[in-house]
């Protein structure tokens, strides 16, 4: 991603400045929150070049920033006695973490910047009234093709399904994920990704079976964007920030979301019912909801803000993103849907998972 110039002219006055201009806060955090640190666990990459230096200056105080690379893991870590004050998962964790009483609620009248959120991806299934999450980033699930190998009708008119296409076996990269691909053969299939129907779930199974057998797909996770920009191969299933990163970087690809539906997800910041300093958790939240935090982690990551201030600037002429069709996602196809949190039916899909990848 290319850096703008407004975060070299910020990084070169950072001796003495913070937030490009704003002069380093005297706050006594310890008076004013009852805390000076603040322990994040959040997505390895997932966070703007100088969003949480310029928070530590900004508010005299620490941040112990921590990494997990899925929703299983800091779960676990949460069970398991670790104590955090944000952490930053996905919609169907959110909805365990609210079911299991993990969470406590948003104190709203703190977060001062709210109406710069996205009305888009406010109120939705897995927290109605955002009593406990605040959306961090949002994105899609989509293909991204090399428009100079792949007719891009076979796209539009196949949708998912252009994955089973023979024409370009050897040359499709799946994402290793037994949730992302039922996802997509579901709803190639015409069904709900969240469906509890065995005679439905059979029948994706079915159908990845034969995209295995008679395509050959390459089974991949973050590999696949580097892949990509090299344009190793001519489709691929990619999350819609990487795949911004890959149009930005080989203008022979493109992006496409089928009719169908895919799945829409959205990341967002919550307080663990453990926590420690929300108070200083609270002031985080604001802060990053900020144009300046907002932009700075947009521009890094590649995926769409939740600041709708930033959306608008990331798309407009001349803006990090003008012209990427990867950038913003849909969010008025009916058919796209949010991922609902079923343990029972997740162990299901992960052994069928397992079965098509050993047949």
Same mark, same amino acid.
């Given at each position: 991603?290319?850096?703008?110039?407004?975060?070299? $002219?910020?990084?070169? =006055?950072?001796?003495?400045? *913070?937030?490009?201009?704003?002069?380093?806060?005297?706050?006594? @955090?310890?008076?004013?929150?009852?805390?000076?640190?603040?322990? $994040?666990?959040?997505?390895?990459?997932?966070?703007?070049?100088?969003?949480?230096?310029?928070?530590?200056?900004?508010?005299?105080?620490? $941040?112990?920033?921590?990494?997990?690379?899925?929703?299983?893991?800091?779960?676990?870590? =949460?069970?398991?006695?670790?104590?955090?004050?944000?952490?930053?998962?996905?919609?169907?964790?959110?909805?365990? =973490?609210?079911?299991?009483?993990?969470?406590? @609620?948003?104190?709203?009248?703190?977060?001062?910047?709210?109406?710069?959120?996205?009305?888009?991806? !406010?109120?939705?299934?897995?927290?109605?009234?955002?009593?406990?999450?605040?959306?961090?980033?949002?994105?899609?699930?989509?293909?991204?093709?090399?428009?100079?190998? $792949?007719? @891009?009708?076979?796209?539009?008119?196949?949708?998912?399904?252009?994955?089973?296409?023979?024409?370009?076996?050897?040359?499709?990269?799946?994402?290793?994920?037994?949730?992302?691909?039922? !996802?997509?053969?579901?709803?190639?299939?015409?069904?709900?990704?969240?469906?509890?129907?065995?005679?439905?779930?059979?029948?994706?199974?079915?159908?990845?079976?034969?995209?295995?057998?008679?395509?050959?797909?390459?089974?991949?996770?973050?590999?696949?964007?580097?892949?990509?920009?090299?344009?190793?191969?001519?489709?691929?299933?990619?999350?819609?920030?990487?795949?911004?990163?890959?149009?930005?970087?080989?203008?022979? !690809?493109?992006?496409?979301?089928?009719?169908?539906?895919?799945?829409?997800?959205?990341?967002?910041?919550?307080?663990?019912?453990?926590?420690?300093?929300?108070?200083?958790?609270?002031?985080?939240?604001?802060?990053?909801?900020?144009?300046?935090?907002?932009?700075?982690?947009?521009?890094?990551?590649?995926?769409?803000?939740?600041?709708?201030?930033?959306?608008?600037?990331?798309?407009?002429?001349?803006?990090?993103?003008?012209?990427?069709?990867?950038? =913003?996602?849909?969010?008025?196809?009916?058919?796209?849907?949010?991922?609902?949190?079923?343990?029972? !039916?997740?162990?299901?899909?992960?052994?069928?998972?397992?079965? *098509?990848?050993?047949?």
């Amino acid at each position: 991603m290319k850096k703008i110039l407004v975060t070299v $002219v910020c990084s070169l =006055l950072a001796l003495s400045l *913070v937030g490009c201009g704003q002069k380093k806060s005297d706050v006594d @955090p310890i008076a004013a929150y009852g805390c000076d640190v603040l322990n $994040v666990y959040n997505w390895g990459e997932y966070v703007g070049e100088n969003v949480i230096q310029d928070f530590e200056s900004q508010y005299n105080v620490k $941040v112990n920033y921590s990494l997990f690379d899925s929703n299983e893991v800091m779960y676990t870590k =949460l069970l398991g006695g670790n104590e955090y004050d944000i952490l930053v998962p996905s919609d169907y964790m959110i909805e365990r =973490l609210i079911e299991e009483k993990l969470l406590q @609620p948003i104190d709203w009248t703190k977060i001062t910047n709210k109406e710069n959120l996205y009305d888009g991806i !406010m109120g939705t299934a897995f927290d109605a009234d955002n009593t406990y999450s605040v959306p961090y980033f949002w994105g899609s699930v989509g293909i991204v093709y090399n428009k100079n190998n $792949v007719d @891009p009708k076979d796209v539009e008119t196949e949708g998912f399904n252009v994955l089973k296409n023979t024409k370009y076996a050897d040359q499709v990269y799946m994402y290793d994920s037994e949730r992302d691909s039922f !996802m997509i053969a579901l709803k190639a299939l015409g069904y709900s990704m969240n469906t509890e129907n065995m005679d439905e779930i059979n029948e994706a199974y079915e159908w990845l079976l034969e995209l295995d057998k008679n395509v050959n797909p390459a089974y991949v996770t973050d590999e696949v964007i580097d892949s990509m920009v090299n344009g190793e191969k001519d489709l691929a299933v990619v999350y819609s920030g990487d795949a911004a990163y890959i149009l930005s970087e080989n203008e022979e !690809m493109d992006y496409y979301m089928p009719e169908s539906g895919t799945n829409l997800w959205v990341d967002a910041m919550v307080i663990p019912a453990n926590a420690k300093c929300p108070a200083l958790a609270h002031e985080f939240i604001n802060y990053v909801l900020t144009d300046d935090a907002s932009y700075d982690n947009s521009a890094t990551v590649g995926y769409a803000s939740s600041n709708k201030n930033v959306l608008d600037e990331m798309i407009a002429e001349g803006g990090e993103f003008d012209g990427n069709v990867a950038y =913003l996602p849909r969010t008025d196809n009916s058919n796209d849907e949010y991922f609902k949190h079923n343990e029972a !039916m997740k162990k299901i899909l992960a052994d069928l998972w397992i079965k *098509v990848k050993n047949q």
